[in-house]
């Protein structure tokens, strides 16, 4: 399962970086959406995916001995998933914007120096 999850985190990321290079803002922001979506799966990876009882201490124990389920990688993965949705919707309105006010989304046309009115 591990290995399958890692090829597609490897497909995401390629595919993120791949339409982060084209001239359309769109496809700039859907680029974005994958890395980060690669991102989080990829520390879902690293953090190995255990399913096991939570990680609470019983007032009888000292430590865990059990196979446990770590906290922290998902407590990570949730604050990426809420910062990349703010981050998504102001590039959302930050394109809509810059096309109202140019009349283009393409990267190369908004590098020219003229002005469009």
Not at 60 to 77: E, G, H, R, W
Request: aromatic share 8%; hydrophobic share 55%; glycine share 6%.
């Amino acid at each position: 399962m591990e290995v399958v999850l890692a090829i597609l985190t490897g497909l995401l990321f390629a595919a993120g970086l791949y339409l982060m290079l084209h001239k359309g803002m769109v496809k700039l922001i859907l680029g974005i959406m994958l890395l980060s979506y690669a991102t989080n799966l990829f520390i879902f990876l690293v953090a190995r995916i255990i399913r096991g009882i939570p990680a609470i201490i019983s007032e009888n124990q000292d430590k865990l001995t059990d196979t446990f389920a770590d906290p922290v990688p998902q407590a990570l993965i949730l604050t990426a998933i809420v910062i990349g949705f703010g981050i998504q919707a102001f590039a959302i309105v930050l394109i809509r914007r810059v096309y109202k006010a140019t009349g283009t989304a393409n990267m190369d046309e908004l590098s020219s120096s003229e002005k469009i009115d």
